[in-house]
């Protein structure tokens, strides 16, 4: 059973910077492409980020491009979102995702090429 577990969430303020976590118990982790969705109330859930399970490919949304910054580390078996430059509307539950298939150069943005997820970290940005 692989289980996801997400940190780092919190109350700030518009322009303030976050890192959230996600550590992974899976031993295999590291074949793995992961991401980053969110969800906010009322909203469908979006894609945020991800990376593939070399860290040589990564995406992201376009509302977050140059402000967020996925990475992993295999040794630990965490994937992180540096978010910077917050604002309001990335309010949200945020959740890290497994991917369903393994060692893909191209990691997918669909949320349905991803098996395991977390319980969410929740994501408030003040204005």
């Known amino acids: 059973q692989v289980q996801l577990i997400e940190s780092g969430g919190g109350l700030v303020q518009a322009g303030d910077s976050l890192r959230l976590s996600c550590a992974a118990s899976?031993?295999?982790?590291?074949?793995?492409?992961m991401a980053w969705f969110r969800q906010a109330p009322g909203r469908e859930r979006e894609f945020v980020a991800t990376?593939?399970?070399?860290?040589?490919?990564?995406r992201y949304a376009d509302s977050v491009k140059g402000r967020f910054t996925i990475s992993r580390d295999n040794a630990k078996n965490t994937v992180y979102l540096q978010m910077n430059s917050l604002k309001p509307e990335d309010s949200a539950d945020y959740y890290c995702?497994?991917?369903?298939?393994?060692?893909?150069?191209?990691?997918?943005?669909?949320?349905?090429?991803?098996?395991?997820w977390g319980q969410g970290t929740q994501v408030t940005v003040s204005s």
């Open positions: 995702a497994r991917s369903t298939g393994s060692f893909a150069l191209v990691p997918s943005m669909r949320s349905s090429d991803y098996s395991y």
């Open positions: 899976e031993r295999t982790w590291g074949n793995y492409a």
């Open positions: 990376i593939n399970w070399r860290g040589s490919s990564i």
